[in-house]
């Protein structure tokens, strides 16, 4: 039994592949892990079942991540739930502005700050985050992929056709998982 066993990660991202992307890295880390694709959908899962940490897209149609953040910080059992944002966007005035206040909310609270992930993240890095996040020592696995062999897949991946990328997640999804 690994040490991230029995704790549940809440992944929040508008994306399909993304959300499909981070809750497999989390599960091979040994995670439970729940999934939403929206603020609202997010928060129903919270009231039924408080996760042990969230992953948080900060920009998505609808309500932002923000707006679930100043939420979880209304209730003093939600805000003790460590929050990793994910965004793409942090460069951008308005993301940097929602970043400055998340942090000057989660430190004028009694939890821990929210940290944040530049997106594209590799699988290792964030689960290395969310056990961060968690305060949880993960071993070191000899499964992840070599920097070299990660390189040459990044690469691959860029140049390879979205449609055949689509396709490969969509058989990938619909196999059996096994171990």
Known sequence: MTISQGKRVLVVDDEEDVLFFLSTALKDAGFQVETASSVDEAMEKIKSNSPDCI??????????????????????????IPVLFLTGHAREEKVRKDLDAVASLAESTMSGPATYLDKPVTAAKFV?????????????????????????????????????????IRVLKSRPRQG
């Open 55 to 80: 992953s948080l897209d900060m920009v998505m149609p609808g309500k932002s991540g923000v707006v679930l953040f100043h939420e979880l910080h209304k209730n003093p059992l939600w805000s003790k």
């Open 128 to 168: 290395k985050a969310i056990a961060a996040a968690m305060r949880i020592d993960l071993p070191e696995t000899s499964s992840q992929p070599h920097d070299s062999e990660r390189d040459e897949l990044q690469e691959l991946i860029k140049k390879a056709d979205p449609e055949a990328l689509k396709e490969a």
